[in-house]
């Protein structure tokens, strides 16, 4: 599983990565995950499987949205408590569940 999380700066967003990387790890999945800046969707979307939003940019959320709709991908806002709380179980279900509709 391939998920692409967008930010704006990229510090608490790394934490996050980490975050969800240990508990994908705890649980035997194999992914990937990286973080990007919103501006850069266009030309990397394809190699990922979901996209989140970061809460911070949830202003830029339907423009992203338009952009996975468009390579068919699906993608979610991170819930603010999953979020704030840095918990990237939670992160990661909620990219998994995203997948699986």
Same mark, same amino acid.
Do not use: F
């Given at each position: 599983?391939?998920?692409?999380?967008?930010?704006?700066?990229?510090?608490?967003?790394?934490?996050?990565?980490?975050?969800?990387?240990?508990? +994908? @790890?705890?649980?035997?999945?194999?992914? $990937?995950?990286?973080?990007?800046?919103?501006?850069? &969707?266009?030309?990397?979307? !394809? #190699?990922?499987?979901?996209?989140?939003?970061?809460?911070?940019?949830?202003?830029?959320?339907?423009?992203? +949205? @338009?952009?996975?709709?468009?390579?068919? $991908?699906?993608?979610?806002?991170?819930?603010?408590? &999953?979020?704030?709380?840095? !918990? #990237?179980?939670?992160?990661?279900?909620?990219?998994?569940?995203?997948?699986?509709?």
């Amino acid at each position: 599983m391939n998920i692409l999380l967008i930010c704006s700066g990229g510090m608490s967003t790394s934490l996050i990565t980490q975050k969800m990387m240990k508990s +994908a @790890e705890d649980r035997g999945l194999q992914v $990937k995950i990286e973080s990007a800046s919103a501006e850069n &969707l266009e030309d990397i979307i !394809n #190699g990922y499987d979901v996209v989140l939003v970061a809460p911070q940019i949830k202003y830029r959320y339907d423009r992203v +949205a @338009e952009i996975a709709k468009s390579h068919s $991908k699906p993608i979610g806002l991170i819930e603010g408590l &999953l979020y704030g709380t840095m !918990n #990237g179980e939670g992160i990661l279900k909620q990219a998994e569940g995203l997948i699986k509709k």
